[in-house]
């Protein structure tokens, strides 16, 4: 039985999914993308009687880091983010208010995440990979020992990203996938930031956008 817990919470408008991941054997855990709906994602770790050691945004967009600011102060820990969606971040009252939401709060950032860099999870370990193209400091969490990938939008099941957003560029996104998570293997699992979870191997042999000439039709 793996020690991963994954918890989605599906959360706000744009029924963004927001990961609580925490280590079963130490009850340790942080948060992915918290976009909205802070108090119902701090109820579920409460729920799980879970210990939140960080706050993780995969990228900056109001969605998936709308929530952070409220968290950090009702959870009392840091918050992690690659510093290219630094821009995004410091416009999270203008993303609300272009999209008629609550005013959002623009959070302090504890972490400069690197590609490389390493997230704990209790007693597991989770690898930070750059996967630029939806923004151009988009992440994606890798943990091989337990062959799972937390991707925010660079991926989705039977889809990718959108790259019309400033920050944005199909072929960037196209070349992170590539280079950054069909390498992972095909039985790793892929969580997603909208939508169902995949796999790699299922995006390989399905998705529309991963084959051979796609470039050409999009």
Same mark, same amino acid.
């Given at each position: 039985?793996?020690?991963?817990?994954?918890?989605?919470?599906?959360?706000?408008?744009?029924?963004?999914?927001?990961?609580?991941?925490?280590?079963?054997?130490?009850?340790? *855990?942080?948060?992915?993308?918290?976009?909205?709906?802070?108090?119902?994602?701090?109820?579920?770790?409460?729920?799980?009687?879970?210990?939140?050691?960080?706050?993780?945004?995969?990228?900056?967009?109001?969605?998936?880091?709308?929530?952070?600011?409220?968290?950090?102060?009702?959870?009392?820990?840091?918050?992690?983010?690659?510093?290219?969606?630094?821009?995004?971040?410091?416009?999270?009252?203008?993303?609300?208010?272009?999209?008629?939401?609550?005013?959002?709060?623009?959070?302090?950032?504890?972490?400069?995440?690197?590609?490389?860099?390493?997230?704990?999870?209790? *007693?597991?370990?989770?690898?930070?990979?750059?996967?630029?193209?939806?923004?151009?400091?988009?992440?994606?969490?890798?943990?091989?020992?337990?062959?799972?990938?937390?991707?925010?939008?660079?991926?989705?099941?039977?889809?990718?990203?959108?790259?019309?957003?400033?920050?944005?560029?199909?072929?960037?996104?196209?070349?992170?996938?590539?280079?950054?998570?069909?390498?992972?293997?095909?039985?790793?699992?892929?969580?997603?930031?909208?939508?169902?979870?995949?796999?790699?191997?299922?995006?390989?042999?399905?998705?529309?956008?991963?084959?051979?000439?796609?470039?050409?039709?999009?």
């Amino acid at each position: 039985m793996s020690p991963l817990l994954v918890e989605m919470v599906t959360n706000g408008p744009f029924m963004e999914n927001c990961f609580i991941v925490a280590d079963e054997a130490t009850r340790q *855990g942080i948060l992915i993308d918290p976009g909205d709906e802070e108090q119902r994602i701090l109820d579920r770790v409460r729920e799980l009687k879970l210990q939140i050691s960080e706050i993780v945004a995969t990228h900056g967009h109001v969605d998936h880091a709308g929530a952070v600011a409220p968290l950090k102060r009702m959870l009392g820990v840091p918050f992690a983010i690659h510093p290219d969606d630094r821009q995004w971040l410091e416009r999270l009252p203008q993303q609300a208010a272009m999209f008629g939401l609550p005013g959002k709060e623009a959070p302090a950032v504890e972490r400069a995440l690197a590609h490389g860099d390493v997230v704990r999870i209790g *007693g597991l370990s989770a690898k930070v990979l750059h996967t630029p193209g939806h923004s151009a400091g988009g992440t994606s969490l890798y943990l091989e020992s337990e062959q799972v990938v937390f991707v925010g939008d660079t991926l989705f099941a039977g889809s990718i990203g959108r790259t019309d957003l400033p920050g944005g560029s199909f072929e960037v996104l196209i070349e992170s996938i590539r280079q950054q998570l069909l390498g992972l293997g095909d039985e790793v699992t892929v969580h997603c930031g909208h939508g169902p979870p995949t796999t790699i191997g299922v995006e390989r042999r399905s998705n529309p956008f991963l084959q051979p000439g796609a470039q050409l039709m999009f």
